[in-house]
Structure formats: structure tokens, C-alpha cells
């Protein structure tokens, strides 16, 4: 049967981050949305999932996320549907605590200044690095404010850190757990453009925009079930375990439809937006340019839209969360460490969320660590964890959670690949953090699809135009 809707209806194809936060922006403006999702629960790679080696049952996150104070976007969204920061967030000036296997402790702490005096500063009294290396990462950070943060043309991180003469235990201990951190790729062939992109709004404004934020809850009460909740209360749907098989235009008395056909309905709408992972979205879109209701005035301005079916075929990096669950008594040195020159890269101290002696370990990009047996990779980044914990008791449980399509590779000239969310067909746009965000795939980057392909429908419904 079909679910026929007006133009202040949209459907939704994809229930992660961008496409709640899409569905957010269009409840809040009186639209009807009908959300769909293949999965059991929303919230797409950033959700909760079973602990299944503890015995209580205890609920995890399926990967460790963090936010940053200059993720307004995010922020700016949670307050919509009413989430308070206090409660649901810590927040912390920039502090990094890194620990390697040579006994070093390199940290850095940012004081109360202005930006970007306050990172000068916490460069200048940065611990475990000598003058020379500390003098050299203040004139990167100031040649950078010099260009602001805009190459002539994009490189890897490692040949930018390589071009400003940054010392190997610098890179190490700093600019690389940063890199992965922030992009899930490896610095050697990282885009260094989206990496100045992330630093200049982080760095270069307001010194709160450094802060780190840490999560109170899981990530489903954080946002997903909020979320969810606000759509409903507005009049949309979420409909969780509908598949989208796929989907289909026709034109009727010249006015462009689409007809979305699931697993369990089929519904007909003027406004569609994608927002699946993109091959998933590659997928959907794989028959779209052989229909014969290409827009023929937007196609005339390919050069200014991206093609509805623009080359999605990116490349992925994994990321690894490591679980263990330790005494109740156990805690990190801080809410967050850094290590470097090990296997593990950020360990986080699961006790703001409720759960004592549980530290999520994370490892991003690729490496040997993904052909490890989960036993040996636990035991390996347990005993990392000496580093900056003493007299570490045994591990009680463990659980690894490996994502092998965790993020795409945010690569050299990634930009130039990257779609618009407005399509050469009328009503039809993507979200995703893959799309034209500026940022690697973020929490921050997805909101923020989501939230512009929410306002091109608005723009687009504002002028009425519909007809081919």
C-alpha cells in the first residue's frame, strides 16, 4: 500500500546521526517525517550495544565518541530537543595525557586565556618535550594562523608536518594521535586540509572551542532515544526493521514523485533525503541515472550541483574499542590518556557513564592489531594500560568491538570527491558525513549533513518548486 504525502512531508532514508538530526531539523520547522530504518534501533554506528561477556548485562557504546566545544552544530541540536549539557555532558579545558613504553609522559593543558593565546601558551609549557621541540610546534601553529588554516593545495598530514619541521617524537606523541583521533586515517596519507579545517575551529576562535566533552550516558540516551522522542512528539515516524529495497521517480501531471519501497510499505513523497553509509547509498542510487527524470534545468548547471549518482566509491578505515572491565576500584589517571608508540591510542574511563572499572581502549585506522585474536588484543593493550595505571589489577571481562567500515578514508583531495547534498533530480538530497561537510566523519560532521539537507528542502518548499 502506499503512504501518499504533501510537500511538508518528507521520508528518510536511514536512522544514524545525520538522518536523525535531518529529521529533527524538518520536525522542527511543522514537517511530517516518516524515518526509516533498517536496523532494530537507530543511531547507526553511534549506539548502544550488549556487553555480552559481563554478567549483568551491562549496555556499552558500539564505538567511543567525544565532542568537541567547537561542535556547535551538535550542540546547538542537542539543546533543541532539550538534551542539557550539565547533564549530559562533562566538559573540560584541552588536557592530553600521553604515555609510552620509553616512561615518557608528554602532556599538555590549556589555561583560562583567550584563543588562540591559551594554545601558544600550553604549547610553550608543554611537559616531556625540550625548547626546540616545543618552539616548533608555537611556529607551525602561528604560520598556520598566518595562511588561516588554507592550503594552495591539499597534501598528506605527514608531508604538512614534515614541510614545518616537526620533530619525529612531536609527530608521535602529538600531531598523530590528534590525526587519527580526529580523521580515522593514518597520517601518511591523511588530507591535511580537513585536518587544518578541524584544528581552525577548534583553536583559532574561542578557547572553550578546545574543550573536550565527555559523555555522561550511552550514546542512545545521549541522543538517539531524544531524538526519537522529539520526531514523534512533532508527528513523524520512525519506523525501525524497514528495509528500503529500493526506490523509484515518476512524474505525474508534471510534479516529480518518488515512490520508496520497503520491506513492509511503500510510500510516495516529493522530498527524499538518503542518509545511509555511502556504498549503502551507492547502492540505492545505482539505477537512478538510466531513468529518464533527470532535471534538465538543474543538470544544465552541473558545474555548480554534484550528479545524484556522483562516485561514491570511497575507501574505509576500521576502528577497534577494546572493553575491559576491570575492579570497580580502577580508574584511568584522567577522564582520557593518550598513548603513542603502542598498540593503543586513547583509553577512556567508562565510570562518568555509571560504569565503574570499565575503560573503553580505542585504535583507529588500520595496523596488525585487526588480525589479532580478541584474547591477545585484550591482553595486549591491558598491558599498555601500565603504563599510566599502577599495580593494574587482571582483567573480569573483555569485549572487542571491531567496525571495518568505521569511517571513509579521509584522503589527500577528498574534497573534490565529495558530493553536495542537493542532487541533479528535484527533491531527491543525501546526508551523511561523507557529503561536502568540510570535516572528516564525525559526530559533528553528520549533524551537520543532516541539518543542511533539512534546510534544502525548507529553501526548496519556500519557492514551490516541484514541476519539472
Request: glycine fraction near 4%.
Amino acid at each position: 500500500m502506499y503512504k501518499k504525502m504533501s510537500d511538508k512531508e518528507a521520508v528518510i532514508i536511514g536512522a544514524g546521526w545525520s538522518g536523525l538530526a535531518c529529521a529533527v531539523t524538518l520536525a522542527h520547522h511543522g514537517y511530517k517525517v516518516y524515518l526509516l530504518e533498517s536496523a532494530r534501533q537507530v543511531g547507526g554506528r553511534a549506539r548502544k550495544v550488549n556487553f555480552k561477556r559481563f554478567l549483568a548485562n551491562q549496555t556499552i557504546d558500539n564505538g567511543q565518541h567525544i565532542m568537541l566545544g567547537a561542535y556547535h552544530a551538535t550542540i546547538s541540536l542537542f539543546k533543541l530537543i532539550g538534551i542539557k549539557e550539565n547533564e549530559f555532558l562533562e566538559r573540560h579545558p584541552l588536557e592530553l595525557n600521553m604515555y609510552s613504553p620509553e616512561n615518557s609522559l608528554i602532556k599538555l593543558k590549556a589555561p583560562s586565556l583567550p584563543a588562540p593565546l591559551h594554545l601558544l601558551l600550553a604549547f610553550s609549557k608543554m611537559k616531556g618535550l625540550n625548547f626546540t621541540a616545543r618552539f616548533k610546534i608555537i611556529k607551525m601553529a602561528l604560520n598556520l594562523a598566518i595562511i588561516r588554516y588554507q592550503l594552495k593545495q591539499d597534501m598528506s598530514v605527514g608531508e604538512l608536518l614534515k614541510n614545518y619541521s616537526q620533530p619525529q617524537e612531536v609527530i608521535a606523541a602529538l600531531w598523530e594521535p590528534l590525526c587519527l583521533a580526529t580523521m580515522n586515517t593514518p597520517i601518511k596519507y591523511a588530507s591535511a586540509q580537513v585536518f587544518l579545517n578541524v584544528l581552525k575551529d577548534s583553536f583559532s576562535k574561542k578557547n572553550t572551542d578546545s574543550d573536550l566533552l565527555f559523555f555522561r550516558h550511552n550514546l542512545s540516551n545521549i541522543f538517539c532515544l531524544p531524538a526519537t522522542e522529539f520526531i514523534t512528539r512533532h508527528g513523524g515516524q520512525v519506523l525501525c526493521e524497514e528495509k528500503v529495497l529500493g526506490f523509484e521517480c515518476s512524474s505525474q501531471n508534471k510534479v516529480l514523485e518518488f515512490i520508496v519501497k520497503t520491506s513492509k510499505h511503500q510510500f510516495k513523497c516529493h522530498n527524499l533525503v538518503i542518509a545511509t553509509p555511502a556504498h549503502i547509498t551507492d547502492r540505492l542510487l545505482q539505477n537512478i541515472n538510466n531513468q529518464p527524470l533527470i532535471n534538465k534545468r538543474l543538470a544544465n548547471k552541473q558545474k555548480l550541483l554534484k550528479p545524484a549518482h556522483a562516485s561514491l566509491h570511497y575507501k574505509y578505515e576500521p576502528i577497534c574499542t577494546i572493553y575491559l572491565q576491570y575492579p570497580t576500584s580502577t580508574q584511568l589517571p584522567g577522564r582520557m590518556v593518550g598513548l603513542f608508540n603502542t598498540t593503543a591510542q586513547w583509553a577512556i574511563d567508562r565510570s562518568l557513564t555509571n560504569q565503574p572499572g570499565l575503560i573503553a581502549v580505542i585504535i583507529s585506522g588500520p595496523g596488525k592489531h585487526t588480525q589479532m585474536p580478541d584474547k591477545l588484543l585484550a591482553n595486549t593493550v591491558h598491558q599498555e594500560l601500565c603504563l599510566c595505571i599502577s599495580d593494574l589489577p587482571e582483567v573480569l571481562h573483555y569485549q572487542v568491538i571491531t567496525e571495518k567500515k568505521a569511517t571513509f578514508s579521509c584522503v589527500v583531495n577528498i574534497e573534490y570527491k565529495r558530493p553536495y547534498n542537493d542532487t541533479n533530480i528535484q527533491g531527491l538530497f543525501l546526508a551523511g558525513d561523507y557529503t561536502n561537510t568540510h570535516y572528516p566523519a564525525t559526530l559533528e560532521g553528520a549533524i551537520r549533513s543532516g541539518q543542511t539537507a533539512a534546510e534544502k528542502i525548507i529553501a526548496r518548499n519556500s519557492f514551490s518548486h516541484f514541476t519539472l
